[in-house]
């Protein structure tokens, strides 16, 4: 649980990176417009691409992170949720067995 907050905490970073960028590259466009250097048509294209751009390694980005933490987590030996999961059912299993056992031996007295 404590890992995924750390991972959802790293993907919000990179969101709010990715919004910055965002922010610069129309602050960039804008002062290239103000200049003639570009007009605003080309200015509004070339920002809405490489917003588009952004997105689209930014989901590659988050998917080969989220990989990586795994691999990592795996490699220090940190379980996963499923194999947690696993051994409280199995530590559940073994308490009830525990408790018919004692109380067989209770009732046999």
């Given at each position: 649980?404590?890992?995924?907050?750390?991972?959802?905490?790293?993907?919000?970073?990179?969101?709010?990176?990715?919004?910055?960028?965002?922010?610069?590259?129309?602050?960039?466009?804008?002062?290239?417009?103000?200049?003639?250097?570009?007009?605003?048509?080309?200015?509004?294209?070339?920002v809405n691409?490489?917003?588009?751009?952004?997105?689209?390694?930014?989901?590659?980005?988050?998917?080969?992170?989220?990989?990586?933490?795994?691999?990592?987590?795996?490699?220090?030996?940190?379980?996963?949720?499923?194999?947690?999961?696993?051994?409280?059912?199995?530590?559940?299993?073994?308490?009830?067995?525990?408790?018919?056992?004692?109380?067989?031996?209770?009732?046999?007295?």
């Open positions: 649980m404590e890992n995924q907050n750390i991972i959802q905490q790293l993907l919000i970073l990179g969101l709010g990176t990715t919004s910055l960028v965002a922010d610069r590259l129309r602050e960039a466009s804008d002062r290239l417009v103000e200049t003639g250097e570009l007009d605003a048509e080309g200015a509004k294209a070339f691409d490489a917003i588009e751009n952004l997105k689209a390694e930014q989901g590659n980005w988050e998917q080969q992170f989220e990989r990586q933490i795994r691999n990592t987590l795996q490699d220090l030996g940190v379980p996963r949720q499923a194999e947690m999961d696993e051994l409280r059912g199995r530590i559940d299993r073994l308490e009830r067995q525990i408790r018919d056992l004692e109380n067989k031996l209770w009732e046999s007295r």
